[in-house]
T-cell receptor
Framework: NAGVTQTPKFQVLKTGQSMTLQCAQD?????MSWYRQDPGMGLRLIHY???????DQGEVPNGYNVSRSTTEDFPLRLLSAAPSQTSVYFC?????????????FGPGTRLTVL | GNSVTQMEGPVTLSEEAFLTINCTYT??????LFWYVQYPGEGLQLLLK?????DKGSNKGFEATYRKETTSFHLEKGSVQVSDSAVYFC???????????FGTGTSLTVIP
């Protein structure tokens, strides 16, 4: 199993550009989520999904869109990038969102917005 | 609401020193508790977990005991190594609802 994969690993954007961060998992997990990691702020939840066709907002959803058309894929879209979105982005998945289930993390995408 | 409070870092220790990283939580009911580790340039990976009060999770020489009376889950290791240099996150998986809660992370540097 490849686990959770993310592409690209690094990306530089100009303000106003759009892009999609890709995330895929091959563990047949129902629950997937996106976090951003910023110095001194830990991990903050952007969006999550409890299954194909179902998404919901987390703590910091503004400026980001998601969709979940398949169990395997959970892309994160930045419609109009801003410097405040410079961060490291992690995708994670788990069997479901319950109390016993650990989340498996991807290697991250380091995004810089100029 | 649910939350996790974690000891501020960074922490710098000499090799073979004793490590404690404090973590306390606020939650309804009886949650599970996790510790994750993030090595440089990588994603987070589960280090250990405990699913009920008085449980002790352990892995790679690290231990943490779920203390319901003090709502704590402190991470300890008796003798740290250079290879333990990483960022450590305390985490609260959802007891109800769907959101995991993470502490802010504690950066550990072990010097030879």
């Amino acid at each position: 199993n490849a686990g959770v994969t993310q592409t690209p690993k690094f990306q530089v954007l100009k303000t106003g550009q759009s892009m999609t961060l890709q995330c895929a998992q091959d563990m047949n997990h129902e629950y997937m989520s996106w976090y951003r990691q910023d110095p001194g702020m830990g991990l903050r939840l952007i969006h999550y999904s409890v299954g194909a066709g179902i998404t919901d907002q987390g703590e910091v959803p503004n400026g980001y869109n998601v969709s979940r058309s398949t169990t395997e894929d959970f892309p994160l879209r930045l419609l109009s990038a801003a410097p405040s979105q410079t961060s490291v982005y992690f995708c994670a998945s788990s069997y479901h969102g319950g109390r016993y289930n650990e989340q498996f993390f991807g290697p991250g995408t380091r995004l810089t917005v100029l | 609401g649910n939350s996790v409070t974690q000891m501020e870092g960074p922490v710098t220790l000499s090799e073979e020193a004793f490590l404690t990283i404090n973590c306390t939580y606020t939650a309804t009911g009886y949650p599970s508790l996790f510790w994750y580790v993030q090595y440089p340039g990588e994603g987070l990976q589960l280090l250990l977990k405990a699913t009920k009060a008085d449980d002790k999770g352990s892995n790679k020489g690290f231990e943490a005991t779920y203390r319901k009376e003090t709502t704590s889950f402190h991470l300890e290791k008796g003798s740290v190594q250079v290879s333990d240099s990483a960022v450590y996150f305390c985490a609260l998986p959802p007891n109800t609802g769907n959101q995991f809660y993470f502490g802010t992370g504690t950066s550990l540097t072990v010097i030879p």
